[in-house]
């Protein structure tokens, strides 16, 4: 799987869009983007996945440059809820599921 | 939909006990996954099993742990002669056969002293 670069930190302020970019320079063609998050003391909860098309659901939507080389995570009202650590994660998806690869996120601090 | 259960949520023992830890999964989800994260670090992938069988180990699964899952539903993994080393959340996710999502659960922290 390819190798993801996040800011190990970031600060939003509340009500105010949280935009969490991802660098995934050496994705491959049949790689996906994935982004979960994991909220202080509980386990990573999926957000949501793209292969190169913009993806939108109710938690956030997923920016994919043309050439994917890159990615953003946008939540477009945060709440201090939304304080966590961001992962995204490239990873091929075959048939089934294959385990995931997190790399050490983003610390999102959601601020009043 | 219950979600992910883990026992225990903590688990404090001394260095060359056994300790076992139990994942339910959520039902019908064929696939099972064990991680393990420690402080300031994403979780790594240990193991995972489709129904009852497993089918990938990672090198970080040394012989001292071992995974079962017997009739394709629950999970456990026993750690045995534990070493500080092994202090660490222990996560367990599962995942329907044709999904993209893992779900996680809450997680099991072990102490190691």
């Known amino acids: 799987d390819a190798k993801t670069t996040q800011p190990t930190s970031m600060d939003c302020a509340e009500g105010r869009a949280a935009n969490l970019p991802c660098n995934h320079s050496t994705i491959s063609g049949n790689e996906y983007v994935y982004w979960y998050r994991q909220i202080h003391s509980q ?29 953003t995570l946008i939540l477009p009202h945060a709440t201090l809820r939304d304080t966590a650590v961001y992962y995204c994660i490239v990873r091929v998806l075959v048939s089934g599921n294959t385990p995931l690869v997190f790399g050490k996120g983003t610390r999102l601090s959601v601020i009043a | 939909d219950t979600g992910v259960s883990q026992n225990p949520r903590h688990k404090i023992t001394k260095r060359g006990q056994n300790v076992t830890f139990r994942c339910d999964p959520i039902s019908e989800h064929n696939r099972l996954y064990w991680y393990r994260q420690t402080l300031g670090q994403g979780p790594e992938f240990l193991t995972y099993f489709q129904n009852e069988a497993q089918l990938e180990k990672s090198r970080l699964l040394s012989d001292r742990f071992s995974a079962e899952r017997p009739k394709g539903s629950f999970s456990t993994l026993e750690i045995q002669r534990t070493e500080q080393g092994d202090s660490a959340m222990y996560l367990c996710a599962s995942s329907p056969g044709t999904g993209n999502e893992q779900f996680f659960g809450p997680g099991t922290r072990l102490t190691v002293l």
């Open chain 1, 43 to 71: 386990g990573p909860q999926y957000i949501i996945h793209g292969l190169k098309n913009n993806e939108t659901n109710e938690m956030a939507s997923l920016i994919i440059t043309e050439d994917r080389k890159s990615s």
